[in-house]
């Protein structure tokens, strides 16, 4: 309690007392997303065949500020999280997208990523249909394509056909989502993308949005 006490001293000793709740919004918004990030990254590593997600709580051995857990000291998702979405990614079996660490990008530039399944269940995947869409933040459907997939063996990281599409026009930086399902499978998962306008110069414009967005948290 004391630990909590002081955070509200010293946030009002410096006048933003009145907006802690959107400083722990978007802390816990940044943290789910560089989680879900750095997971992913090890999946992808063909060597690891399994691997212990330490700290699933936000405390675990510490009294604060560890920060990697899903879980708050009340054994509560954080904000933004909901265990099927930590699911998509921490499941027994995944989709992942190889897209490195760029996660923004002009509009008119071609994105290509592979997209690969963990596969670790007691029968070998089946060949299927791989579907993805890209949609903005009221849902709709800006791009969308279809992978025919091969079959993937149990235990098995395996690559299933390569994401391509150019990011389209906006007007505005706005937030995209590329979301992949496999429905033999039943995997689903998804990733968010920052797609900032190109002027008529052909110069890219400043990605000064998002920091209007952080400020107003919508940092997803």
Not at 126 to 134: D, F, I, N
Not at 199 to 219: A, C, F, I, M, Q
Request: hydrophobic share 35%; net charge negative; glycine share 8%.
């Amino acid at each position: 309690e004391e630990l909590y006490e002081q955070a509200a001293v010293r946030l009002a000793r410096h006048g933003l007392l009145d907006r802690w709740t959107l400083y722990y919004q978007n802390s816990c918004r940044w943290q789910g997303a560089l989680r879900k990030h750095v997971i992913e990254k090890a999946r992808l590593c063909p060597r690891l065949n399994g691997y212990d997600f330490l700290g699933g709580i936000h405390s675990h051995w510490h009294r604060s500020g560890y920060g990697c857990g899903c879980l708050n000291e009340f054994y509560e998702f954080k904000h933004g999280d909901r265990a099927v979405d930590f699911l998509e990614y921490n499941g027994q079996s995944v989709l992942l997208l190889d897209h490195g660490d760029n996660f923004t990008h002009f509009a008119g530039e071609t994105f290509a990523a592979d997209i690969h399944v963990a596969w670790y269940e007691a029968q070998p995947l089946p060949e299927g249909l791989l579907k993805w869409r890209l949609i903005d933040t009221n849902e709709d459907v800006r791009l969308e394509g279809e992978i025919s997939t091969e079959p993937v063996c149990v235990g098995r990281l395996a690559r299933l056909g390569l994401v391509t599409l150019d990011w389209p026009a906006v007007s505005i930086p706005q937030k995209l989502t590329l979301v992949v399902e496999h429905a033999q499978a039943q995997l689903r998962n998804r990733w968010h993308f920052w797609v900032f306008p190109t002027s008529r110069s052909g110069n890219h414009s400043p990605k000064t949005r998002v920091v209007t967005e952080l400020v107003n948290g919508d940092v997803d």
